[in-house]
């Protein structure tokens, strides 16, 4: 490859002396002669190409405005969704390819317009509950988000902060292709940090022909069908799509 496009940069918390394993990072790239471009929020609130946007078209979301303000910018999105909130949580997971989870207080409810950020936009939840939003879509999980959410009434449902904003990058990779004619190809590197498609609760118990085993054990054999896992209180859950092919649970380490 020529040229490397990234959303979070080499350089994630400020600029720092090119020693130990920084250096590695760069004396890598200028080996092989490799450019690296990174947009970070620039590339999370472009109308076209950012994550946001695409996330929201992959959704279906109509009459997109922008929302949510990050210190003087507005960095999210809103937008009507034809359908119920399970039905959202559905396509959220479906489209992501991760594991949903959050607080819903009333699935069969209508979705109506709802307010996204991708990535770590928990801390906008205020935000959502003063302008009324009942549905708010990011990725990073965060334990008081997902308490005040359920104090608020509002529907949360998060997706992982790596699997909404694969969107942007993807986007400006076609552009390139578009424009220029230049090959691009995506690297999908997951941080694990979120749950995906792969594992859904290493604490659930399921049935299979041989009885009633662990997550843990079923990760060897075939995932067909989606997962659900409802804690102790009934409106905090964890949601998979139903995945298009059988495919493996597991393969070596989690992702």
């Not at 937008?79 to 559905?90: I, K, Q």
Request: aromatic share 10%.
């Amino acid at each position: 490859a020529d040229l490397l496009l990234l959303h979070h940069g080499i350089f994630w918390s400020g600029l720092r002396p090119l020693t130990g394993w920084w250096k590695k990072k760069v004396q890598t790239c200028l080996a092989g002669n490799l450019a690296v471009y990174a947009a970070h929020l620039p590339l999370d609130l472009h109308p076209e190409l950012g994550n946001n946007a695409g996330l929201a078209r992959a959704l279906g979301l109509r009459d997109l405005k922008p929302e949510l303000d990050y210190h003087g910018t507005m960095i999210g999105l809103s937008g009507l969704f034809e359908g119920s909130v399970a039905e959202l949580r559905d396509r959220y997971a479906e489209v992501t390819g991760s594991a949903v989870t959050g607080v819903v207080a009333d699935a069969a409810a209508p979705a109506g317009r709802v307010a996204l950020c991708s990535g770590g936009g928990g801390d906008m939840i205020y935000q959502v509950a003063e302008k009324g939003y009942g549905c708010y879509l990011t990725g990073e999980e965060n334990h008081w988000v997902r308490n005040a959410a359920q104090d608020m009434g509002i529907n949360l449902l998060f997706a992982g902060h790596y699997a909404t904003e694969t969107f942007g990058v993807k986007s400006l990779g076609d552009l390139l292709e578009r424009e220029f004619g230049l090959p691009t190809f995506f690297i999908d590197l997951p941080t694990g940090m979120c749950t995906r498609l792969r594992v859904c609760s290493l604490l659930l118990r399921i049935r299979s022909a041989r009885g009633w085993i662990s997550i843990w054990q079923r990760a060897s054999l075939s995932y067909r069908g989606p997962a659900f896992r409802r804690s102790s209180n009934p409106a905090i859950f964890c949601w998979t799509a139903k995945p298009r092919r059988r495919r493996r649970l597991w393969s070596g380490g989690c992702a």
